[in-house]
């Protein structure tokens, strides 16, 4: 049983160390990695949602996946900053309601 546990744990260290240091959505900068948790506004196409959190909001992308989430769901997202005009994460891992991390092809890059 010590030994499934010690397994276990090791499993979910790195994936708990991904979500770690949580950037308020109003604190984000361009060309910069992020994590960021909220709630999902809308989704804005397949590949595409907004979410926010208590200081703003921001849109996400997970092309060319679907978003595995509806609005009104909490996740954390982890990703890069753009730099756009207008703030956009491309994502490349969420954390779903459920606890499960879903983790998002590159082809954006």
């Known amino acids: 049983m010590k030994t499934l546990l010690i397994a276990t ?8 160390a991904v979500f770690a240091d949580i950037t308020p959505i109003g604190d984000l900068k361009r060309n910069s990695n ?14 595409e949602f907004r979410m926010s ?23 954390t997202v982890t990703g890069f ?3 756009d005009l207008r ?8 954390q779903l309601p459920s606890g ?3 983790s998002f092809d590159r082809n954006y890059e």
């Not at 092309?63 to 769901?73: E, H, K, L, S, T």
């Not at 703030?87 to 969420?94: T, V």
Request: aromatic content about 4%; cysteine-free; hydrophobic content about 40%.
């Open 81 to 83: 900053v753009d730099d």
């Open 53 to 75: 959190d208590d200081t703003g909001s921001v849109k996400v992308y997970i092309g060319p996946n679907i978003v595995p989430a509806n609005a009104g769901d909490q996740v």
């Open 34 to 47: 992020v994590t960021v948790s909220g709630t999902i506004d809308r989704l804005l196409d397949e590949d």
């Open 9 to 16: 744990t090791a499993l979910l260290l790195p994936i708990t």
């Open 100 to 102: 499960e991390t879903v």
């Open 87 to 94: 703030l956009e994460i491309y994502a490349r891992q969420m």
